[in-house]
């Protein structure tokens, strides 16, 4: 699920082809269209036993020098594509969850929602904010089978953009995923630091 349904098709290709991925674009700032996907999904898979939230957007960090040099509507933007966009999902997923018993809840932010990187103050803000409302959602789910656990990524995926920053490939990190669905559902959160 993603704004930009070419890149979708690209990613699903060969795996949609042998029906066991399909694509559903969405924007996470138009809840309507957002929920309208997930249900879609559901209908097509027979239900969404995981849901793992990425937001990944576009902000600007040349504006911001100090965490007092952000904006109100910067910090906005950020809370709409990271918080609410993530409260959207959960709340189009988490029914057909209580219903069944199970399901896994998953919610990434980079680790500055832990340890604040002034140049990005306005992202760092609405990421802390999702973990908080995860590590929450983990609680208020503690004696159901559904786990719900926030990922703090401290590396690039890849290619570093930042001169230096520390680099690993996805599938170093796609174990930290796989463990909370499987091993690890006690756990809140984990941080991947390479």
């Given at each position: 699920m993603a704004r930009n349904r070419a890149k979708l098709d690209e990613l699903t290709g060969k795996p949609a082809a042998d029906g066991i991925a399909a694509a559903f674009p969405a924007d996470v700032l138009d809840r309507d269209a957002l929920t309208r996907?997930?249900?879609?999904?559901?209908?097509?898979?027979?239900?969404?036993?995981?849901?793992?939230?990425?937001?990944?957007?576009?902000?600007?960090?040349?504006?911001?020098?100090?965490?007092?040099?952000?904006?109100?509507?910067?910090?906005?933007?950020?809370?709409?594509?990271?918080?609410?966009?993530?409260?959207?999902?959960?709340?189009?997923?988490?029914?057909?969850?209580?219903e069944a018993g199970t399901g896994t809840l998953l919610y990434t932010t980079g680790a500055g929602s832990i340890d604040p990187v002034p140049e990005v103050g306005n992202v760092n803000a609405a990421a802390a904010a999702l973990r908080n409302w995860a590590i929450n959602l983990h609680k208020e789910l503690a004696d159901s089978d559904i786990q719900a656990a926030h990922i703090g990524i401290d590396v690039s995926i890849g290619t570093s953009v930042i001169p230096g920053f520390p680099t690993a490939e996805a599938e170093e990190i796609s174990p930290v995923y796989w463990e909370l669905h499987t091993t690890h559902r006690e756990q809140a959160e984990r941080v991947f630091s390479g």
């Open positions: 996907a997930l249900t879609d999904a559901a209908a097509h898979f027979g239900g969404i036993d995981v849901l793992e939230y990425s937001p990944v957007g576009g902000f600007d960090a040349t504006v911001l020098t100090t965490p007092s040099a952000t904006e109100p509507a910067q910090v906005q933007h950020e809370m709409e594509f990271q918080l609410y966009g993530a409260i959207a999902a959960t709340r189009a997923v988490l029914p057909a969850m209580r």
